[in-house]
């Protein structure tokens, strides 16, 4: 049976999963919220990573296009640490994260609370 103490980056010990969740987002944040994150880069516009569509049959163009933004970013793919936060906050039903469109956040339970959105995680 595993443990769910850690120690923090403080040295402190806690076994409160919530307290765990915390730690670890604002670990995440000061990693991926830097220009080391493609999506961070200056001069770059956020809304690419969060394309409307409004015709159903063009999404899979738009979020393939949007995806591709994220290729070759160190901190994207479902092992990143993007997705890692991801899962961490509630679920997101739009833009691209980590190189995740919704759909596929949904089909893998990839946020705090999928249940709420009609989804088994």
């Known amino acids: 049976m595993?443990?769910?103490?850690v120690a923090s980056s403080r040295h402190t010990v806690t076994s409160d999963p919530a307290r765990q969740a915390a730690q670890?987002?604002?670990e995440l944040d000061e990693l991926l919220l830097t220009p080391k994150a493609l999506?961070?880069?200056?001069?770059?516009d956020p809304d690419d990573?969060?394309?409307i569509v409004e015709d159903p049959?063009?999404?899979?163009?738009a979020y393939e296009a949007a995806t591709k933004l994220c290729r070759g970013c160190p901190f994207s793919g479902l092992a990143g640490e993007c997705v890692?936060?991801?899962r961490l906050q509630p679920y997101d039903p739009i833009g691209v994260i980590g190189g995740t469109d919704p759909k596929l956040r949904r089909q893998l339970g990839i946020g705090a609370d999928i249940q709420?959105?009609?989804v088994a995680a």
């Open 2 to 5: 595993s443990s769910h103490i």
């Open 24 to 26: 670890r987002l604002r």
């Open 39 to 44: 999506c961070r880069k200056p001069c770059t």
């Open 49 to 51: 990573w969060f394309p």
């Open 57 to 61: 049959t063009k999404y899979d163009d």
């Open 84 to 86: 890692e936060r991801a």
């Open 116 to 118: 709420s959105y009609g």
